[in-house]
């Protein structure tokens, strides 16, 4: 076997290998250590104490994945920017809070304008139909007596004198003279109906005024109703807009309120993936301090004396340990790659014939003499630590004298360059001013700088042989350099000229702060304030309007009763009246009946044609031949009327009218204290404390 192959054999068990020393390195299990490789025959590792070393995979201390760094810093940027939308939710939350009350408030505003305005229109609508009833009652009376041909029993008096003049004392054709005794005898069969129009006429004058009287007031209230109304439709435009802006403030608090959940959504993802690599992390920190514990299970075990147990730990760990690597390909590379960072010094690996002449000699056992109990060999613990300790601080100092002796070294070769350099330089300058060549002497310069760097810049480890140092490492790699310590301060980070800060910062500007919040607070609870002030202000006016209207329909009721009062007076007026036309018409009836009985005056002129009509009346309706007009005619005896039957007839139609007047008087008083009483409720009702 050649010399690489022999360094990739060796390299490849010392890497993966350490003994119970803890130590990369391999140390024997008494505390002492030197460089050396495991026979490979039986009787050799029997006879030689170097032989008899136990063997483990030590673990190299995983790195911190930068990954979970990063993940930690988006995990907060996320974090932040949740925060911030948070903060900006709130916001729009109290705008949308302000705008449900200030929609609410509308809302109230337009309910009280809408029950003043039915509060005002409601007796309106009882007057309304009084009117309507009014007005229906007129219509029907004129179409129930639209068949009359006089109004009044005092027309039909004067139409019935002039027919009858005419037909006595005028020339007249025979059918103008039998249109006129009909329209007499039409005239005689409505004077009935006639009279009870003239009854009902003067109670429709009544309800004519009172009908006026209505339409007045409905145009008085008419511009009342006209401002409510038009307040009304201010405050529905009003509740309108505030309901418009309602919507519109609760469709940025559901867009926000989305932008929120997609952040969380991306805050969780980093959590999750921040999560399996602190998972990954933590198992591989697992697997590090499982194998120190280990590594002090296996002392432990040494420090009893089982040598036994620990050898078979050991053997069956570098078993299940190489195996590992053997079939994990990124393990093995990750494990080597972290060795090669880890340890502080290259490994130089000697070969095969160093170490034969660097073995310690046989111990005295080792060729037929007594060999010494295995128990024998077990160091102190005590004695091991100081050892241990000691070696460490050896090597520290060692390190540190390394390490300001390379730093002279790079000093020297520094101030050496740069005074050759400044030497060719001058020697140039001679030259050019002597007019002789420069280009030879400059180039010469910078090859024996070149040649000086590289020399300085030469590695060497001493003992090893020229092959292993010639710029190959462990495994027959390039040794790498150590990898610069962090500084314990992170530098600042200056931005750039155009720099923009991020969404979040922005967001977070834009949010308003504490003392912000609470003057919109203020402001808010200001509002509030002049909102109640104007509310009990309104409420105030409200009730002063409707006491105003109570006043004003109590003046109504007593004005409505002061004329019920008139219209009682002039019923038993008209009353009166009647008795007295009846008791005039009944002396008139006993003087013309006794004056018949008596043979006196002779009948008026009119009283044949009036007692036409009877005579054919009792004929059977048949016309007779018109007789010959004779006027010098000598007088007849007057018929005697039955006095009797009309005189019962003029009673009876007093006291119908009288009765009707005293149905239509009681129907108004009860209506009129029927209206005072509710008026007289409604205002204690609107007057008392709410």
Same mark, same amino acid.
């Given at each position: ?24 390195? =391999? ?123 006089? @109004? ?202 160093? %170490? ?46 390394? $390490? ?33 060549? $420069? ?19 030469? %590695? ?14 462990? =495994? ?17 980070? %200056? ?10 910062? @922005? ?77 005039? =018409? ?105």
């Amino acid at each position: 076997m050649d010399a690489q192959e022999a360094i990739t054999d060796v390299g490849e068990v010392m890497g993966a290998g350490e003994e119970p020393g803890g130590s990369p390195d =391999h140390q024997h299990a008494n505390g002492a250590s030197s460089s050396g490789l495991p026979a490979a025959s039986e009787e050799a590792s029997e006879e030689e104490p170097i032989r008899k070393r136990l063997w483990f995979l030590r673990m190299p201390r995983p790195s911190v994945a930068g990954s979970i760094k990063s993940l930690e810093q988006e995990l907060e940027t996320f974090r932040a920017q949740h925060n911030l939308i948070t903060e900006s939710l709130n916001v729009k939350k109290v705008e949308r809070d302000s705008a449900r009350e200030a929609t609410r408030a509308a809302r109230d505003a337009f309910m009280q304008c809408r029950a003043a305005y039915d509060e005002r229109s409601a007796p309106l609508k009882k007057l309304q139909e009084q009117r309507q009833d009014a007005n229906a009652n007129a219509n029907k009376l004129k179409a129930n007596f639209s068949d009359l041909l006089v @109004r009044s029993e005092g027309e039909l008096d004067q139409q019935l004198a002039a027919l009858h003049y005419r037909i006595e004392h005028e020339t007249i054709s025979l059918n103008e003279e039998k249109k006129a005794l009909g329209t007499i005898k039409k005239l005689e069969q409505q004077r009935e109906r006639v009279r009870e129009y003239e009854a009902s006429a003067s109670l429709f004058a009544e309800s004519k005024s009172k009908r006026s009287e209505l339409q007045e007031v409905l145009r008085e209230s008419e511009g009342e109703l006209s401002a409510l109304r038009q307040e009304m439709d201010v405050q529905r435009q009003i509740l309108d807009k505030l309901k418009e802006h309602e919507q519109a403030v609760g469709k940025e608090v559901e867009d926000v309120m989305g932008e929120r959940r997609r952040c969380k959504e991306l805050m969780d993802g980093a959590f999750h993936r921040l999560s399996a690599q602190k998972k990954a992390q933590w198992e591989k920190n697992n697997a590090f301090y499982t194998n120190r514990a280990f590594s002090r299970e296996v002392r432990k075990l040494l420090a009893e004396g089982k040598q036994g147990e620990a050898a078979a730990a050991c053997a069956q760990q570098m078993d299940e340990a190489v195996a590992q690597l053997a079939a994990d390909a990124e393990l093995r590379s990750e494990y080597f790659s972290l060795w090669e960072q880890q340890r502080k010094t290259p490994v130089v690996l000697p070969s095969a014939d160093d %170490v034969d002449a660097n073995l310690p000699p046989p111990s005295s056992g080792a060729k037929g003499g007594p060999r010494k109990k295995a128990a024998e060999a077990v160091v102190d613990p005590a004695k091991k630590a100081e050892a241990t300790i000691a070696a460490l601080m050896e090597e520290a100092r060692e390190e540190a004298r390394r $390490a300001r002796a390379a730093a002279a070294a790079a000093a020297a070769a520094e101030h050496e360059s740069s005074a050759a350099a400044s030497a060719a330089h001058a020697a140039a300058a001679e030259r050019e001013a002597a007019g002789g060549p $420069a280009e030879a002497a400059a180039g010469g310069a910078e090859g024996e700088a070149a040649g000086g760097g590289g020399a300085a810049g030469e %590695v060497t480890v001493v003992g090893a042989p020229p092959e292993l140092t010639a710029g190959k490492g462990h =495994h027959g790699k390039a040794h790498k350099a150590a990898a610069a310590k962090r500084p314990p301060v992170e530098p600042v980070v %200056v931005p750039e000229e155009k720099f923009e800060l991020p969404e979040a910062a @922005r967001l977070k500007e834009k949010t308003p702060s504490s003392h912000e919040l609470k003057e919109l607070d203020r402001e808010r609870n200001r509002q509030a304030r002049e909102e109640a002030e104007r509310r009990k202000g309104k409420k105030a006016a409200e009730k002063q309007r409707k006491r105003e209207r109570q006043d004003q329909l109590a003046r109504a009721a007593a004005a409505a009763a002061t004329s019920a009062a008139e219209a009682a007076a002039s019923a038993q007026a008209a009353a009166a009246s009647a008795a007295r036309l009846a008791t005039a =018409h009944e002396a008139e009836a006993g003087t013309s009946d006794s004056a018949s009985s008596d043979g006196g005056a002779a009948a008026p002129a009119a009283e044949p044609a009036a007692s036409a009509p009877e005579q054919r009346k009792r004929s059977g309706g048949k016309q007779s031949a018109p007789l010959p007009v004779v006027k010098a005619m000598a007088p007849k005896p007057a018929a005697r009327r039955p006095a009797g039957t009309k005189q019962s007839a003029l009673m009876r139609q007093a006291k119908r009218v009288g009765k009707e007047y005293s149905l239509q008087l009681l129907v108004g008083l009860g209506a009129v204290a029927l209206l005072a009483v509710v008026s007289l409720v409604w205002t204690a009702m609107s007057v008392a404390p709410q």
